[in-house]
């Protein structure tokens, strides 16, 4: 049976005419072993160390490649009976009672043979114990294998040969083993930490994302970096910190570096029971379609965010971040239970909109103004930005002299490039998303006082009373014109007031947490 799909080519005739001594083997098999060679290679140098089991397949669900277990076995089967029409996933399939996740995601890897369309993992009951910390019995994993593949409880408990009851039992037992309420909760939370835990490991530092490399090396276990795909949108990666389980919290980085500024950002987390969820926009670039490129990325993020949580969720935006939470929010109103808006920036709005006494101009109002109304600038700002990001001594001498007459701002950077890696941040943003940042600025003053005036949630202003980036007479005014917002502000503060005070300012936003 032939492995590779399609009629005769002029490359197989040629062989067949070149090697007529040759009878044994036809043209055909002769290219299907260089095929299987070419997939061999690639295999070992991609997958040799991975610490679990991998295996190749073509488009129609062939075994690519012979690998072999310490008892002499092969764990993958040689042709699997259900098998996806296309490539595309991750997915999971369940073949002879044993359980595989696919990933279709062949771009990851420039290298790989055109035979190869998927990369297959095997997931046995005892890798599913160490990754989740719950011990299943046989007859557990294979229940849990069949729902995952996308069985519904009935359908499982026919192929298995048992009762419907007898499942349905054993269902809560597994929920209840793995700490959630639901099927739909089970499956979501069992998936993403497969996903999350295969991807580390296939996806080796050479072939990933750098900004996933640099988060892991920042941050190691106590990150999980998801890559989803909701329907027929394209993939949204998702990083998450502290309790696994805990309350969903969507955070919207700062325009410096999508991280908070808090060294013991994830232990503060751990310890009230959050879990931080966070898109690394500045790498996440939108498609070329119709539609502002703000809200493609807000659309995908809220499709993903309505598939981790199930509920609405706090969002917490963070200084440029304030801008995107803001209209995240107003145009999904179902995801957001409550705005909280940290270090806003400056609004550029009419004055008799916020209060009637002139405002200081500050160096971000000025750069959005002249980015609205000058494409030049952008390119000039790019240029400069993107030069001095890509130096950290200039990087770092450029931060402190615009927070210099902010101490406690000053301190905070400085922890920052010493402990969080800012200085890699900053270059990495400015090689691989050079715009990033100055969209970033331009989105600062996107109508974002408008959309906190028609969001349906509450709204929470935090600002630094020495913020002297974005000064707090702003936020008090915006907070005392929006209906129902509140205002706190923290006295020896900067703009960094986030990273400055984030126990203080998660005990006021989750009080039941504290």
């Known amino acids: 049976m032939n492995m590779l799909p399609g009629r005769r080519s002029h490359l197989t005739e040629t062989v067949q005419s070149g090697l007529p001594t040759w009878t044994e083997r ?103 114990k160490e990754q989740t910390d719950t011990a299943l019995t046989t007859s557990e994993f294979v229940l849990l294998s069949h729902l995952l593949a996308g069985h519904d409880l009935r359908a499982a408990a026919q192929m298995i040969g048992a009762s419907y009851d007898t499942k349905r039992k054993q269902l809560q037992q597994i929920t209840e083993k793995l700490g959630v309420s639901t099927q739909a909760a089970l499956l979501r939370e069992v998936s993403l930490q497969i996903s999350a835990s295969v991807l580390e490991d296939i996806l080796k530092p050479e072939v990933r994302n750098p900004e996933v490399s640099l988060a892991q090396e920042l941050y190691g276990r106590d990150i999980v970096i998801h890559s989803i795909t909701v329907g027929d949108a394209r993939e949204v990666p998702i990083w998450e910190f502290g309790a696994r389980r805990g309350q969903p919290v969507l955070y919207f980085h700062s325009m410096l570096a999508p991280m908070v500024f808090k060294p013991d950002m994830v232990d503060a987390l751990k310890q009230r029971n959050l879990r931080m969820l966070m898109m690394p926009r500045h790498f996440f670039a939108a498609r070329n379609r119709e539609g502002s490129p703000q809200m493609q990325v807000l659309s995908a993020l809220s499709d993903v965010v309505d598939y ?42 009419p004055e008799a ?135 706190r502000r923290f006295d020896g503060c900067g703009h960094l007031v986030l990273g400055q005070e984030f126990d203080a300012i998660l005990d006021e936003v989750f009080p039941a947490a504290a």
Not at 321 to 333: D, I, K, L, Q, V
């Open 353 to 487: 909109m916020l209060r009637k006494t002139p405002r200081t101009a500050t160096v971000f109002a000025e750069v959005s103004s002249r980015i609205r109304n000058d494409a030049r600038v952008v390119a000039g700002l790019t240029r400069i930005y993107n030069s001095i990001a890509r130096v950290p001594s200039l990087a770092r001498r450029s931060l402190d002299f615009m927070l210099r007459q902010a101490p406690s701002d000053q301190e905070t950077i400085e922890q920052a490039f010493e402990s969080l890696r800012l200085a890699d941040w900053l270059r990495l943003i400015a090689n691989d998303a050079a715009r990033a940042s100055i969209d970033e600025v331009a989105h600062l003053q996107s109508d974002w006082v408008r959309d906190v005036f028609e969001m349906d949630c509450p709204a929470r202003f935090i600002h630094g009373g020495q913020d002297t980036l974005c000064p707090i007479e702003d936020a008090a005014a915006m907070a005392a014109a929006v209906p129902g917002a509140s205002f």
């Open 308 to 349: 981790l949580c199930g509920e609405p969720v706090v969002c917490i935006g963070e200084s440029a971040g304030c801008a995107w939470a803001t209209h995240f929010a107003r145009f999904f109103p179902e995801r957001v239970s409550e705005v909280v808006l940290v270090a806003t920036p400056q609004a550029a709005q």
């Open 26 to 128: 036809s043209g055909e098999a002769l290219i299907l072993d260089a095929e299987l060679h070419s997939c061999d290679r690639f295999y070992y140098r991609a997958f040799g160390d991975c610490d679990v089991p991998v295996n190749l397949y073509s488009v129609d669900g062939q075994r690519l490649v012979e690998t072999l277990t310490q008892d002499g076995q092969t764990a993958f089967p040689e042709r699997f009976e259900a098998w996806p029409s296309e490539a595309n996933g991750p997915l999971f399939l369940t073949e002879g009672g044993e359980l595989f996740f696919l990933y279709g995601k062949l771009d990851q890897w420039p290298s790989a043979p055109s035979a190869v369309a998927w990369v297959c993992v095997h997931i046995s009951p005892a890798w599913f």
